[in-house]
């Protein structure tokens, strides 16, 4: 039978396994495609598409082996979110019917995962690119709206995640 609770448990597992699977497809195509995935972080760390602003140019990195360095971390990071959030809402899922104490003590692993996914579209995306490397200013290399989505959805997943009980 569906209550409130389990409804509201349920809510909340849809919001992680959401993020999740954006965590998933995302490290799938940047594997798959890695190339052109790669054009991205080329941009962001050159800061070819930006206003050029002398202030700000010193932070450019025209490395390619800190390109393929960032490129790679976001991959790890993004995995971490699909094998953590997978692993945790299976765990949840198992315990779905089960006390509020019981179904607590298996959070753990999804709050993790909303970490990861913090880290990434978060500190590396929006900090990181759009702060640092000043990609704000780029009309087409520029993943801030994405990133804030992503962000908004794993805050809302985590704090569901937290409320359910």
């Given at each position: 039978?569906?209550?409130?609770?389990?409804?509201?448990?349920?809510?909340?597992?849809?919001?992680?396994?959401t993020i999740t699977t954006i965590a998933a497809i995302a490290c799938f195509g940047n594997?798959?495609?890695?190339?052109s995935n790669m054009k991205f972080v080329y941009h962001i760390f050159e800061m070819d598409t930006t206003y050029h602003?002398?202030?700000?140019?010193?932070?450019?990195?025209?490395?390619?082996?800190?390109?393929?360095?960032?490129?790679?971390?976001?991959?790890?990071?993004?995995?971490?979110?699909?094998?953590?959030?997978?692993?945790?809402?299976?765990?949840?899922?198992?315990?779905?019917?089960?006390?509020?104490?019981?179904?607590?003590?298996q959070k753990t692993l999804c709050f993790i995962a909303m970490f990861f996914a913090v880290v990434i579209w978060g500190f590396i995306f929006q900090a990181?690119?759009?702060?640092?490397f000043v990609s704000w200013q780029s009309a087409s290399w520029n993943g801030l709206?994405?990133?804030?989505?992503?962000?908004l959805l794993a805050v809302g997943g985590?704090?569901?995640?937290?409320l359910a009980k």
């Open positions: 039978m569906l209550d409130s609770q389990k409804a509201f448990r349920l809510f909340s597992l849809m919001i992680i396994l594997i798959t495609d890695s190339t602003s002398p202030g700000v140019m010193y932070r450019a990195i025209d490395s390619n082996l800190m390109h393929w360095l960032g490129f790679w971390a976001i991959v790890v990071f993004e995995a971490l979110v699909a094998i953590t959030g997978y692993w945790g809402l299976y765990r949840l899922l198992k315990n779905i019917n089960k006390s509020s104490d019981v179904f607590e003590k990181g690119g759009g702060e640092w709206r994405d990133a804030t989505r992503i962000v985590g704090i569901t995640l937290r």
